[in-house]
């Protein structure tokens, strides 16, 4: 079982006031705890809740869109999809990446590096996570909310950063290629961003058939 945390060290483990968490328990944004005695437990599906409802709430979003979104039952993988295209809509092309990256919770990240030592710095150079000069980590939202879904699942931290720096070596690999024989003019911003879908959508289709066999 993963760690729990009482009302007070989830406050204490998020930075907001228990008040503000009671606010999210009424507004639907955060699910009830499991209770004990007494006494109620949050675990890590609560702090991926929280870290989704923060990464709205620090882009500009009222508590009330966000609320109305979480009624509609979004997985939080959706959700982060839906904020990342719609900060991408509005974003100036040489800030889109940067405005709809969220910052990981430092926590994870010292247990990822501790497990698979080198990983953040790896990461970062492929460019699969960001870090500012404070020494905050950010990624794209929607693959923390993967991160955050498959930790949920008692995945490791430092298998995921495993996984992340294969697929950002493969991502280079292909980089590479289209650079010494490109299918398209790499300078086009739509025509690069087709290329990127369709090379996911099949790393992605590829990546399913291989671990089903």
């Known amino acids: 079982m993963g760690r729990e945390y009482t009302i007070e060290e989830l406050a204490e483990a998020t930075g907001l006031t228990e008040r503000t968490l009671r606010l999210y328990r009424t507004k639907g944004l955060l699910d009830a705890p499991t209770v004990r005695g007494r006494t109620g437990y949050y675990d890590q599906r609560h702090m991926a809740q929280l870290r989704m409802v923060k990464a709205f709430v620090d882009h500009g979003f009222p508590l ?75 990624a794209d939202a929607v693959l923390v909310a993967l991160v955050n879904a498959l930790y949920v699942h008692d995945a490791r931290a430092g298998s995921l950063g495993g996984l992340g720096v294969a697929a950002g070596r493969l991502a280079h690999e292909f980089a590479d290629g289209q650079r010494q024989d490109p299918v398209i003019d790499l300078d086009n911003e739509d025509a690069l961003r087709l290329l990127v879908e369709l090379a996911t959508s099949a790393f992605r289709e590829a990546l399913s058939h291989a671990l089903r066999r």
Do not use: Y
């Open 64 to 138: 009330a869109l966000i609320s109305s979104l979480a009624s509609r039952d979004l997985v939080q993988v959706e959700i982060a999809r839906l904020l990342r295209a719609m900060i991408e809509r509005d974003a100036p092309a040489s800030r889109r990446r940067l405005d709809s990256a969220v910052t990981i919770d430092p926590m994870m990240i010292s247990v990822m590096d501790r497990q698979r030592p080198g990983s953040l710095d790896e990461l970062v150079t492929l460019g699969v996570m960001m870090r500012d000069e404070a020494g905050n980590v950010h």
